[in-house]
């Protein structure tokens, strides 16, 4: 009789640790997977329909600068990157060189990126033209939502973009 009450206090015991640790397998998912403010911030929605001709912007995704300019009939266009919405065409790129990492600089007049780190040069659609970056700078993910951009997401125009890259 005893024997048979240990086995099954050992049995109960057993019961509760196992519902135990399943508890605690679903608590430690929760704590690995992503907050959703994490998840949010993933995703970045910029409006372009406000953007003037020639006018260039910065903004700040996943903690990067991402390059925002919307062309000018004299700027080149380039059909491998540029992102076209309505009948407008724009740039956008993360705003890091592709030499060692510094934040170029836009210049207008001359309608290309600077970067004064090592006198890298990106045209207006951020190809390399000269000096040591060897490559364009990079196009972020993005979707497009009517006249808005939102980066993170992966589009079909994005797709269309690294399928002719
Ligand atoms: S980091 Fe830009 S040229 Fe070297």
Redo the contacts with the bound molecule.
């Keep these: 009789m005893a024997v048979e009450r240990r086995d099954f206090l050992g049995m109960a015991f057993g019961g509760f640790a196992a519902i135990g640790g399943a508890f605690s397998l679903v608590a430690m998912k929760k704590s690995w997977d992503p907050l959703p403010s994490v998840k949010a911030a993933g995703f970045l929605t910029v409006d372009l329909s406000p953007m003037k001709d020639g006018e260039f912007r910065t903004v700040t995704w996943r903690g990067k600068p991402v390059f925002i300019l919307k062309k000018t009939a004299q700027m080149k266009k380039n059909e491998k990157r540029d992102v076209v919405v309505g009948n407008a065409d724009y740039s956008v790129m993360i705003g890091l060189?592709?030499?060692?990492?510094?934040i170029?600089t836009w210049k207008p007049k001359k309608m290309m990126f600077h970067?004064?780190?090592?006198?890298?040069e990106f045209d207006a659609s951020g190809v390399n033209t000269f000096?040591?970056?060897p490559r364009p700078m990079d196009i972020p993910p993005f979707k497009i939502d009517g006249t808005k951009l939102v980066l993170g997401e992966v589009g079909p125009e994005y797709k269309k973009l690294v399928a002719q890259a």
Excluded at 97 to 102: E, M, N, R, S, Y
Excluded at 115 to 120: L, R
């Design positions: 060189c592709t030499h060692l990492g510094c170029p970067c004064a780190c090592h006198g890298g000096g040591p970056p």
